[in-house]
């Protein structure tokens, strides 16, 4: 998506590997001129950064990683996850949307998704909250691991559109080059763009 944008706007890309935590302050301190790593745009952020629309293929929903031998593959709604030891990733909506749970035990969040995947397959945690289709990616390599879905209104309320190009509140004219790069890019090549990227996940 970055070399898509990068073609549109005649830019050279150039990647810039940090902590998600510190995106965007990266960002709005000049580090980086866009924050392309499927970032959700939700209203806290929009209060720091500016977004672009989505580039994302679907529209994003969560639901629970789990085992199956550890008493929750079955569940059908946030209920079910009462008492159970749930974990998100530090500083994004898989963790904050725990709380959605009713006596959940909320586990201190890891830095990253595989931290996260090794805690499951430990049996520290009970569940895992990620995105549908971070969780299908990850089946074939974990096939002890199931994906709980919700029916909606079972659910978390996410609270934001999808995966969206994060830039600096100032640069407005830079977030419209961006929505028209956007634009171009069709259903298509998105959803291509989509399985090569889960096809290469970490294992």
Same mark, same amino acid.
């Given at each position: ?51 672009? +629309? ?5 529209? !994003?929903?969560?639901? @629970? $990683?789990?085992?199956? &031998?550890? %008493?929750? #593959? /079955? =569940? ?28 959940? +035990? ?5 830095? !990253?998704?595989?931290? @996260? $995947?090794?805690?499951? &397959?430990? %049996?520290? #945690? /009970? =569940? ?40 600096? $509140?100032?640069?407005? &004219? ?30």
């Amino acid at each position: 998506m970055a070399k898509l944008i990068g073609e549109y706007l005649d830019a050279d890309i150039v990647i810039v590997k940090l902590a998600w935590e510190g995106l965007i302050e990266a960002l709005n301190q000049g580090q980086i001129d866009m924050i392309i790593a499927g970032m959700a745009d939700t209203e806290e952020r929009k209060q720091s950064i500016a977004f672009s +629309d989505s580039y994302s293929v679907q529209k !994003t929903e969560y639901c @629970m $990683l789990v085992t199956e &031998e550890g %008493g929750y #593959a /079955d =569940a059908t709604s946030l209920a079910d996850f009462a008492g159970a030891s749930v974990l998100g990733q530090k500083g994004t909506r898989y963790d904050e949307v725990i709380d959605q749970i009713e006596s959940v +035990d909320h586990l201190p969040p890891v830095d !990253t998704v595989a931290n @996260m $995947l090794s805690r499951l &397959e430990a %049996g520290t #945690a /009970d =569940a895992l909250v990620v995105d549908t289709e971070t969780g299908e990616a990850y089946l074939d390599a974990y096939p002890d691991f199931t994906i709980v879905y919700f029916e909606e209104g079972q659910g978390f309320n996410i609270g934001f559109t999808g995966a969206c190009v994060g830039m600096r $509140l100032e640069d407005t &004219e830079l977030v419209e080059q961006v929505n028209a790069a956007l634009a171009t890019i069709d259903h298509d090549t998105r959803d291509q763009l989509s399985e090569t990227a889960k096809a290469n996940m970490p294992q």
